[in-house]
């Protein structure tokens, strides 16, 4: 089946706050976002929708020349799930096959490694409804309330990353009941979890890390190889 991905680049990337929107941020002189469409080509993307911020849209031109993939750009809204719906929305544009295979990737997270890219490909291929790549949570974490705290079995959590993988119908569908329902949702695989489909757990890598504060570029220029 053909593989597109949605890459939601409409945040403003305010923790991170460059003259740029974040996306468009280069790394050893390559942008986030095209890092991001590289690495999807290269785990078996075919093509890209990719959403961006209404108010620095043409910024995003240039980049967009002579990606690595075909791309069609597309712009988002306030919250990151209102840039995953306006995605959704052209698919019909993109691609006829009602069984196509659709990947939901953060363009911050632009190490992605290819293989994670496959594997979540894979695992839908095989017959997930949702498949996402998780990784062991580092820190202890502890639950905060009103009385107190406690520390949480670190053992038993996750930390999740993008991209997440769907049938296309199953994520159409779950993300028109959300808008139907008014469900704020801070992940996809939430939003099908929500509509009853189980989510597939496949290895993440800590190579996928989400570029969300100045420390992060550090890596992401360390992981590069090269001069910021
Ligand atoms: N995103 C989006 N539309 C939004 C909000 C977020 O497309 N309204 C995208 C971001 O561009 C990013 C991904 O969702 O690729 C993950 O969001 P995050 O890391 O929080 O990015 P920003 O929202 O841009 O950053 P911040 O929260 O610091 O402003
Ligand atoms: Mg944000």
Redesign the pocket.
Known sequence: EPVVAI??????????GAAV???LVPVAGVTLLRRSLTQLAAGGVQQAVV?V?AETAELFDADLLDAPLPVQRVV?????Q???AAGLAVLPDVIADAEALVLIH????AFVPSDVVARVIDAVRSGADAAIPVVPVADTIREVDEAGSHVIDRTRLRGVQTPQGFRRSIIEAAHAVLSDTGTPVTDDAAAVEYTGHEVTLVAGDRLAF????PLDVALAVAVAGGAA
């Open positions: 890459v939601v680049a409409a945040g403003s990337g305010s923790r991170l929107p974040k996306a959403v911020p988002g809204g306030a919250q990151r209102d840039s995953v953060d363009a911050a997270r989400k570029v969300t504060e």
